[in-house]
């Protein structure tokens, strides 16, 4: 089979859409230890950062190819923020934490064995009661081989 190009930015830009569309914020939680990854150090948080990348909260954004680019304020400062797709681990909808979280090795960005699903279930949005539902929680997905 040949070779494909990675999955990844295809999927950020689609997941960027549905949550924009839906009327969300999105959020990229970007690791920061590659050398190429420029944001600003000080929000940097266990070796990643959390960012907001709404059209109102950035501008220039870029999300085409194999890059996440844009400016925007932190501390009143302009800071023009880079990183290769490959640093971005998820983005979701702060609202409700719907989105994706990308596996290490996944959608061919890396040459590493994995067990092929490359996709990881984002965490849950906090329960807050109001179903009525007493431990029956939400059916979770799982993937069949």
Do not use: C
């Not at 839906?22 to 150090?41: C, E, G, H, N």
């Not at 302009?78 to 909808?93: C, D, G, K, R, W």
């Amino acid at each position: 089979m040949g070779s494909m190009m990675s999955l990844r930015p295809y999927l950020l830009r689609a997941y960027y859409d549905w949550i924009t569309d839906s009327d969300s914020t999105p959020y990229v939680v970007i690791d920061a230890a590659p050398l190429t990854v420029k944001v600003p150090d000080r929000y940097i948080e266990n070796g990643r950062i959390t960012l907001n990348i709404s059209q109102t909260a950035v501008n220039n954004l870029d999300l085409q190819g194999a890059k996440i680019q844009f400016d925007a304020s932190f501390g009143g400062n302009i800071y023009h923020v880079y990183a290769p797709i490959s640093a971005v681990l998820a983005i979701y909808a702060q609202e409700n934490g719907r989105g994706i979280v990308f596996s290490d090795g996944v959608l061919g960005d890396e040459d590493e064995d994995d067990d092929g699903d490359g996709i990881d279930e984002p965490p849950p949005p906090p329960h807050d009661g109001s179903d009525g539902a007493s431990g029956s929680g939400k059916p979770k997905l799982r993937i069949v081989k």
